[in-house]
């Protein structure tokens, strides 16, 4: 098991909601997190409307949720889920392919956390649980800049984006930048000179004053303000 890497003695587990409407993929899905020591899955839904209400019932730490199901899709999952009164900390890991950029694009403007080509190999999957379980944004490196690119090319406007940075300082603009660019708190104090926690702590002012509900979305308002060009 690779769990003890991941949470320290006596952590309580990550809960996990698995939505997807193949009961196959939900199967697979659950033998291998019940195999962690650190994760449990709390529940599963077959659809977006189950997924809402049973984040509501179980209050998971992370949602595994699938883009296309019937009744409510992934993506109005996400948004109702973010927009919930107490499910401010669950987070959403969206599930793709190739043939979805678009409907990845609208899952992080609903609010996920991140998401994960469906293809992913179990310890990507075990992995990508673990970083949005602890709050950071997963997004999947070989398509993310790219996605963001291309679904935010035409919807830039100049002088809104000005309006909307105006609430940051210089080095926070700076910051968000290097966010848009994929960079880590680590990788942005090296570039900056500043300690990791220093830029951290840039990277949650910026998240306050832009009302980002994680730093997925200041990945996607980096582009839409033309402060990162495709």
Same mark, same amino acid.
């Given at each position: ?79 109702? /889920? #973010?927009?919930?009164? %107490?499910?401010?900390?669950?987070? $959403? +890991? ?7 950029? *678009?409907? =990845? ?50 919807? /830039? #406007?100049?002088?809104? %984006?000005?309006?909307?940075?105006? $609430? +940051? ?7 968000? *930048?290097? =966010? ?51």
């Amino acid at each position: 098991m690779t769990a003890a890497a991941a949470s320290s003695p006596g952590s309580a587990p990550i809960k996990v909601l698995l939505a997807d409407d193949e009961r196959l993929v939900r199967s697979g899905f659950k033998v291998l997190l019940d195999l962690e020591d650190d994760i449990t899955v709390v529940g599963e839904a077959t659809n977006g409307a189950e997924a809402v209400e049973r984040a509501r019932a179980t209050r998971p730490d992370v949602v595994l949720m699938d883009i296309r199901m019937p009744k409510v899709d992934g993506i109005q999952a996400t948004r109702q /889920i #973010a927009k919930t009164s %107490g499910l401010q900390q669950v987070r $959403v +890991l969206i599930l793709t392919t190739y043939d979805t950029d *678009a409907y =990845v694009f609208a899952g992080l403007q609903a609010g996920a956390s991140g998401f994960l080509l469906k293809d992913a190999g179990p310890a990507e999957l075990l992995h990508a649980i673990r970083v949005v379980a602890a709050g950071d944004a997963l997004l999947a490196p070989r398509i993310t800049r790219r996605l963001i690119a291309q679904f935010t090319a035409e919807r /830039i #406007a100049t002088q809104a %984006g000005e309006n909307r940075l105006a $609430v +940051l300082t210089q080095r926070e603009r700076e910051v968000l *930048a290097l =966010v848009g660019q994929g960079l880590s708190n680590d990788e942005i104090g090296a570039e900056l000179f500043l300690s990791p926690a220093t830029a951290r702590t840039h990277v949650s002012h910026a998240m306050g004053k832009l009302g980002a509900r994680d730093r997925a979305q200041l990945v996607v308002i980096a582009y839409q303000t033309g402060l990162v060009s495709p």
